[in-house]
């Protein structure tokens, strides 16, 4: 499945410059910015893409940002618009980072392409790299996007069929809150015809 995955992203690369702009994100990208304090720090991007728009403008302003993505294609693309981001080309659940390293995460649009049994493991990772008073932002499918309540399976996308997987967000909240996450946001929210669950989270002040 992931394999599959790969290539379907190094083939969306190749039309990622006419649909680059069917999705305005920038009321989100502006909450989130301001819920960090307004403060330069350290932004881990997973499934980062071209690194636009999340890795491009915390960029712009200073931070420094590492971005995983597991299309070698979109990297390409990464290193051409936000050139002063670090990348990682690998799986989101097979990179490691130090304890604390990172200010801010975010997933957007990417999470659902991992199967629900693997997301509690992430979170956790997750909680281990933000430093305390972290915060996470990220995107989640759900039964407005799938038709289902839980679902793993399949979805046509762009002219593809992509893997999706997610849980109930009840399910979703309680494995947040059992890792020690402090739910801040959670808003089902339809942006370029397609409607996903957005969560944001926070690492509290204090050992994990």
């Given at each position: 499945?992931?394999?599959?995955?790969?290539?379907?992203?190094?083939?969306?690369?190749?039309t990622?410059?006419?649909?680059?702009?069917?999705?305005?994100?920038?009321?989100?990208?502006?909450?989130?910015?301001?819920?960090?304090?307004?403060?330069?720090?350290?932004?881990?991007?997973?499934?980062?893409?071209?690194?636009?728009?999340?890795?491009?403008?915390?960029?712009?302003?200073?931070?420094?940002?590492?971005?995983?993505?597991?299309?070698?294609?979109?990297?390409?693309?990464?290193?051409?618009?936000?050139?002063?981001?670090?990348?990682?080309?690998?799986?989101?659940?097979?990179?490691?980072?130090?304890?604390?390293?990172?200010?801010?995460?975010?997933?957007?649009?990417?999470?659902?392409?991992?199967?629900?049994?693997?997301?509690?493991?992430?979170?956790?990772?997750?909680?281990?790299?933000?430093?305390?008073?972290?915060?996470?932002?990220?995107?989640?499918?759900?039964?407005?996007?799938?038709?289902?309540?839980?679902?793993?399976?399949?979805?046509?996308?762009?002219?593809e069929?992509?893997?999706y997987?997610?849980?109930?967000?009840?399910?979703?909240?309680?494995?947040?809150?059992?890792?020690?996450?402090?739910?801040?946001?959670?808003?089902?929210?339809?942006?370029?015809?397609?409607?996903?669950?957005?969560?944001?989270?926070?690492?509290?002040?204090?050992?994990?």
């Open positions: 499945m992931e394999n599959r995955l790969c290539d379907i992203y190094d083939r969306f690369a190749a990622y410059d006419a649909n680059r702009g069917l999705f305005d994100m920038t009321g989100i990208l502006e909450d989130f910015y301001s819920r960090l304090g307004g403060k330069k720090g350290r932004l881990l991007d997973l499934g980062c893409g071209a690194g636009e728009p999340f890795a491009r403008f915390f960029a712009d302003r200073g931070w420094q940002v590492t971005g995983v993505d597991f299309s070698a294609k979109m990297l390409e693309l990464a290193a051409r618009y936000v050139p002063a981001m670090e990348t990682r080309l690998a799986d989101m659940r097979d990179v490691e980072f130090a304890a604390g390293r990172f200010e801010a995460i975010t997933a957007i649009y990417c999470l659902f392409h991992v199967p629900r049994a693997d997301h509690a493991a992430l979170f956790e990772r997750w909680r281990r790299w933000l430093r305390p008073g972290g915060k996470a932002l990220f995107t989640y499918a759900t039964k407005a996007y799938t038709g289902s309540d839980e679902f793993d399976g399949t979805k046509r996308f762009m002219g069929d992509l893997y997987s997610h849980k109930r967000p009840e399910a979703l909240y309680a494995d947040l809150e059992r890792i020690g996450f402090a739910i801040e946001t959670k808003e089902c929210r339809e942006i370029g015809g397609e409607t996903f669950l957005w969560v944001t989270i926070a690492n509290p002040l204090g050992p994990a």
